[in-house]
């Protein structure tokens, strides 16, 4: 199956892609005509509708772990590998709920704006642009090990020299998206993508239900039949042992918690003008990136009932090579290259978000705010200082995506998502409801959940100690799980509690009055920017 998916179709797969970059760096370059302020490159002028920024969240959020991760897990594991799919969504709730529209009206570009708003901002705004760069760069190394991935199936690419050389172009065509069309010029990348993604897992979607009459029943039964029966029960992945038990419970827990933490995410509620349209957004991604989610269901149980679920594990992508292969199976050469142009498009679009998102955070707050103590004399000098950083994080994302070839998205992913709600989920809640809530708080959630989660993963069985380890053959596994959320968002969540109960800092109550006002009414909010 693989042999087929990949034989003879390389020009037509590269030619379709080569069109989607075609026409995105249209756009992108129309788009950079208006790229003029901060405001311009880090927020695209707070232009964008509701609905826009909603199709466009979507679009940052379904990334190859969406795509390529989840149906691949649902193919193999049935059942546990859909829990991706429902920790992915449900956590969007917690992100409408508690921070969607208070951000929106407290910040301008970046968290370390929300945080800084009653806090000491020299050492606040540091914490929040290191947390936000170490959350992208997880993030990063998925959507990069993605890409190896799907080369290595389209394009026949065994040797992980030429998948090298694929994930080198891929880092070079995101960096220019970012330096030439900034937040605008990304954030249409992002719906185009989003809406040929939604298209095409829909268009799969239905021609698998066709082939059973439109009864998933059948469907299901099929996939059992091919792969037994565990993939419609619990346990496939995570029932084995009680630590496999406690390993989901955690995975659930970052995914649920980690997206209203994600920068990449929160700094898109900037890119609208106010916050009922930041709501609206939220509203809008959550219905599309729902119906997307319930599209994997059938992506990956189709996966496993047409190819089977060893022959995905044996194509050159393993696990990730799902959503392709079933492609190849139902229309042949033609789907499989559209397919995988949507997917290369899904992983050149978050990768450009997230570039933009770290190389944003470093600019305003640690070298406009924390460097230049807020007095850029010369504001394009900042939009420089951003661009500069952009190509640093690119080629730093190429390098970590070149040595995290091979290993699953979806659960690489993961990982980003715990780090993100350890280290800034925390905080982000205490500064806004929490009046006590001080800088010695905020710093000891920030670094305290950064440190605990980045040393739990080395030291997990992700890294080493198994066949499925990132160093299959090293051993120094001694934290059970392979997800720390259980052990550390609790943990960040207590720091923060102890370093401000402890602390003779100040109370950071002062601007706490103004801050809520804000938060809850937009009184002073940054507002959008007529051009």
Known sequence: MAQEATGGNSLLNIGIFAIFVAVTMVIVFRASRNTKTASDYYAAGHAFSGPQNGIAISGDYLSAASFLGIAGAIAVNGYDGF???????????????????????????????????RMRERPVRTAASLSTLVVSFFYLLAQMAGAGGLIALLLGITDKGGQAIV??????????????????????????????????????????????????????????????????????????????KLD????????????????????????????????????????????????????????????????????????????????????????????????????????????????ASFAHDIYANVIKKGKVDDKQQEVRVARITAVVIGIVSILGG??????????????????????????????????????????????????????????????????????????????????????SIPLSFLLGYLGTILSKDENGGEKYAEMEVRSLTGAGAEKAVQH
Request: no cysteine.
């Open 248 to 359: 989901f419970i955690s995975l659930g827990i970052a995914l649920v918690l980690g997206t209203a933490g994600l920068p990449h995410v929160l700094m898109r509620f900037y890119t609208v003008p106010t916050a009922k349209e930041a709501r609206r957004s939220v509203v809008w991604a959550i219905w599309l990136i729902g119906l997307f989610y319930l599209f994997t269901l059938v992506l990956g149980y189709g996966a496993g009932a047409l190819v089977g679920p060893d022959a995905i594990k044996d194509a050159p992508g393993g696990v990730n090579s799902a959503a392709p292969l079933l492609a190849s199976y139902l229309g042949g050469p033609l789907l499989l290259g559209f397919i995988s142009a949507v997917a290369f498009a899904t992983i050149l679009a978050v990768v450009a978000g997230l570039t933009i998102t770290a190389s």
């Open 83 to 117: 829990l991706y799919s429902i920790g992915f969504l449900v956590a969007w709730l917690v992100a409408l709920l508690l921070v969607a529209e208070l951000l929106r009206n407290t910040g301008r570009y970046t968290m370390g704006d929300v945080l800084s708003f």
């Open 402 to 487: 070149i040595a995290a070839n091979g290993q699953n998205v979806a659960f690489l992913v993961a990982l980003a998502f715990a780090v993100a709600a350890s280290a800034n989920l925390p905080t982000l809640l205490y500064s806004l409801f929490w009046k006590r809530f001080n800088t010695t708080g905020a710093l000891f959630s920030i670094y305290g959940g950064l440190a605990i989660t980045i040393v739990l993963i080395i030291f997990s069985p992700a890294v080493s100690g198994g066949e499925e380890a990132m160093f299959p053959s090293m051993d120094f596994a001694m934290f059970p799980l392979k997800n720390p959320g259980l052990v």
């Open 167 to 244: 994930i080198a172009v891929v880092g070079a065509l995101m960096i220019l998206y970012v330096l030439v069309g900034g937040m605008r010029g990304t954030t249409w990348v992002q719906i185009i993508k989003a809406a040929l993604l939604i298209a095409g897992a829909f268009v799969m979607t239905i021609w698998v239900l066709a082939l059973y009459g439109f009864n998933l029943s059948s469907l299901l039964g099929h996939a059992a039949e091919v792969a037994g029966e565990k993939v419609l029960n619990p346990g496939a992945q995570y029932g084995k042992t009680e630590t496999s």
